[in-house]
């Protein structure tokens, strides 16, 4: 069983930055490739971004790709999402996920294991 806790939320103007952090315990870190996923209000929940279990490999949605890079600290447990040029549009509750298949992050939209959310906003 894994737990994932996501940090790191809060207001940010357009334009700005914003650093995301999600920390994992109970599994084994490397084992599983780690992925964020967003939810605004009225909409379904989207894939933002998925980092490889090694870190060698990133995926990123069109709309934040040149905007956000995720990134990994295997020894500290750690995923982190970096969103610079932030955009109106990113207002959302952003969620970590884990998954030992990538597939399954980037291409079924889904994973084994989900943190609790963190909000971002983004104001004019």
């Known amino acids: 069983q894994v737990q994932l806790v996501e940090s790191g939320g809060g207001l940010v103007q357009a334009g700005g930055s914003l650093r995301l952090s999600c920390g994992a315990s109970g599994g084994t870190f490397n084992t599983y490739a780690m992925g964020w996923f967003r939810q605004a209000p009225g909409k379904e929940r989207e894939f933002v971004a998925a980092i490889s279990r090694s870190g060698d490999s990133t995926y990123y949605h069109d709309s934040v790709k040149g905007r956000f890079t995720i990134s990994r600290d295997n020894a500290k447990k750690t995923v982190y999402l970096q969103m610079n040029s932030s955009k109106l549009e990113d207002t959302a509750i952003y969620y970590c996920?884990?998954?030992?298949?990538?597939?399954?992050?980037?291409?079924?939209?889904?994973?084994?294991?989900w943190g609790q959310g963190t909000q971002v906003t983004v104001s004019s």
């Open positions: 996920a884990a998954d030992r298949s990538r597939v399954r992050l980037t291409a079924a939209g889904t994973a084994s294991y």
